[in-house]
T-cell receptor, first 111, second 114 residues
Framework: GESVGLHLPTLSVQEGDNSIINCAYSNSASDYFIWYKQESGKGPQFIIDIRSNMDKRQGQRVTVLLNKTVKHLSLQIAATQPGDSAVYFCAETWRDDKIIFGKGTRLHILP | DAGVIQSPRHEVTEMGQEVTLRCKPISGHDYLFWYRQTMMRGLELLIYFNNNVPIDDSGMPEDRFSAKMPNASFSTLKIQPSEPRDSAVYFC????????????FGPGTRLLVL
């Protein structure tokens, strides 16, 4: 986790507020999308996924939105907590091919 | 399940030395992936295996890098000779399928080549 640092966009959010992390994906043919969370010193961890035949999917405190028209993916985290501090990666894949990861966004929680 | 296991967790070596990173995937997972993560390039896929067979090694930087998977429960990534620009965190991940399936990542090996 800590090896992705200086060149990452950072989102700072007040604890308790909602966070929205955005991602622009590259391949219009991609049909499966995943959000990963990476805490400092750990490997990426699956959060939520969505297939291209959906535009919204909800999990526990997280929602992923997919806009295929503009190739945009977003992750919404409700009531952000200190434990949500991490780097968040979107990833895409097409027809069971290898997963391509985005560059990541660092989420910083303000007390 | 113990998850994906990687060793060592940290490795410091001198330029020119051989480095071997090890990975034990989750039992029952047919796919194994090696990634490299750096500040400049983010998370890069190096190579992945299906049923112990290398499927795509297009991400391997150059001939100094090689990876093997002699059986379903073990894989190695070797760098020989190592160079300072190889310094990075190397992750191993496994999954039941390749694309449309959650990949489970190991804790990573932090490599520093002096």
């Amino acid at each position: 986790g800590e090896s992705v640092g200086l060149h990452l966009p950072t989102l700072s959010v007040q604890e308790g507020d909602n966070s929205i992390i955005n991602c622009a994906y590259s391949n219009s043919a991609s049909d499966y999308f995943i959000w990963y969370k990476q805490e400092s010193g750990k490997g990426p961890q699956f959060i939520i996924d969505i297939r291209s035949n959906m535009d919204k999917r909800q999990g526990q405190r997280v929602t992923v939105l997919l806009n295929k028209t503009v190739k945009h993916l977003s992750l919404q985290i409700a009531a952000t907590q200190p434990g949500d501090s991490a780097v968040y990666f979107c990833a895409e894949t097409w027809r069971d091919d290898k997963i391509i990861f985005g560059k990541g966004t660092r989420l910083h929680i303000l007390p | 399940d113990a998850g994906v296991i990687q060793s060592p967790r940290h490795e410091v070596t001198e330029m020119g030395q051989e480095v071997t990173l090890r990975c034990k995937p989750i039992s029952g997972h047919d796919y194994l992936f090696w990634y490299r993560q750096t500040m400049m390039r983010g998370l890069e896929l190096l190579i992945y295996f299906n049923n112990n067979v290398p499927i795509d090694d297009s991400g391997m930087p150059e001939d100094r890098f090689s990876a093997k998977m002699p059986n379903a429960s073990f894989s190695t990534l070797k760098i020989q000779p190592s160079e300072p620009r190889d310094s990075a965190v190397y992750f191993c991940a496994s999954s039941r399928t390749s694309g449309e399936e959650t990949q489970y990542f190991g804790p990573g090996t932090r490599l520093l080549v002096l």
